[in-house]
């Protein structure tokens, strides 16, 4: 893994707020998140379906779209504040300094156009002046770099396997080498050797490029490999945010603990646990901290108020520990 708990801070978010308005209300996908991102590090954001985490990567991108509206928040990419800049002047942000290695990459590849023809397109909505011999060295370079043949240029999307789609999204995606890259979900169609080899070209490219990842999934195992620190979600809010290792040696928070103790275990070899209820509904969400109908140590004052995300004293004394929970609140 990188090290950037030292790096300056590039990226960050201040209650971002991002709702879907429906005719019974709007849907609190995102409700208050925030944090920073530091030059070379790898961020986790990971949680159950429906936690946000997608939501929150695509409000960074400014890609919601109707009926989703970001109503409100604050996002600094170095100097600039993306939520205040025009569609145009984020256009230009967009892939050139913040993204997006989407979920799905391989149905969002245009399937009638060849690869290096997609990829071309990228630079060339950036600098138009660059002619055709550049482009195209550019193209090969950028596969190159992704570890495809340059061959592949020539191809079409149906032409290439799973992993080589999610390969050619990454080309995209650090095309204009940006300063962060979004990787939403970006091995969940694949099996685990190729899922293995994607990251480690992800995170060589990262290296490469001197930039921060923030690394979207629900995978907490994966997560353990590959990030230096996690934010945990849920119900559109981050219950924690730590340290890889001090995270899931010491969870803080009730959520974490049961996520962790969900991962397959050589001491626990056929014993499966899960984590008891379902998540709340978003369109109409429980009083107080969201998770506490699920919660195993709820506490009255859980169903009154909800925990703010604070800093926490953890045992290991390694890193910046946040925690949303009342347990921390009541500690002397």
């Known amino acids: 893994m990188s090290d950037g708990s030292g790096g300056r801070v590039v990226l960050r978010v201040e209650d971002l ?84 290695i989407p979920q799905g990459v391989m149905n969002s590849l245009n399937p009638v156009m060849r690869v290096g023809a997609q990829v071309a397109d990228t630079i060339e909505a950036h600098d138009e002046g660059t002619d055709r011999d550049s482009l195209r060295e550019r193209v090969r370079e950028l596969l190159a770099l992704v570890e495809l043949d340059p061959a592949v240029a020539r191809m079409h999307p149906h032409e290439l396997s799973g992993g080589m789609k999610q390969r050619v999204g990454m080309a995209i995606a650090v095309a204009l080498r940006p300063q962060v890259i979004i990787a939403d979900e970006p091995t969940s169609a694949l099996d685990v050797v ?51 290792r001090g995270l899931l040696e010491e969870p803080l928070h009730p959520y974490t603990r049961l996520l962790v103790d969900s991962l397959p275990s050589l001491e626990r070899r056929g014993e499966f646990r899960g984590i008891p209820g379902l998540p709340p509904s978003l369109l109409e969400p429980p009083p107080g901290c969201p998770f506490h109908p699920r919660c195993p140590e709820v506490m009255e004052r859980c169903s009154e108020s909800v925990p703010a995300l604070e800093p926490v004293a953890a045992a290991d004394g390694a890193g910046e520990r946040l925690a949303a929970c009342h347990l921390h609140a009541e500690a002397p």
Do not use: N
């Not at 996908?29 to 991102?37: K, M, P, Y």
């Not at 690394?215 to 990030?227: F, P, W």
């Open 17 to 100: 707020r991002v709702h879907y308005h429906t005719g019974r209300g709007p849907v609190r996908a995102v409700e208050g998140v925030g944090f920073e991102l530091r030059s070379g590090e790898r961020l986790g954001l990971v949680g159950e379906s429906g936690s946000g985490k997608s939501t929150t990567a695509m409000a960074l991108m400014r890609l919601i779209r109707p009926p989703g509206r970001i109503e409100a928040g604050r996002v600094h990419l170095d100097e600039l504040e993306l939520l205040a800049l025009s569609d145009e002047e984020m256009r230009r942000v967009r892939f050139s300094r913040i993204s997006l």
């Open 194 to 244: 190729v899922q293995k080899r994607v990251m480690d070209t992800l995170f060589r490219v990262q290296k490469e490029l001197d930039a921060a990842v923030i690394l979207v999934g629900h995978d907490m195992g994966l997560m353990a490999q590959c990030v230096d620190r996690i934010g945990v979600m849920y119900a559109g809010r981050l219950a924690e945010v730590g340290p890889v």
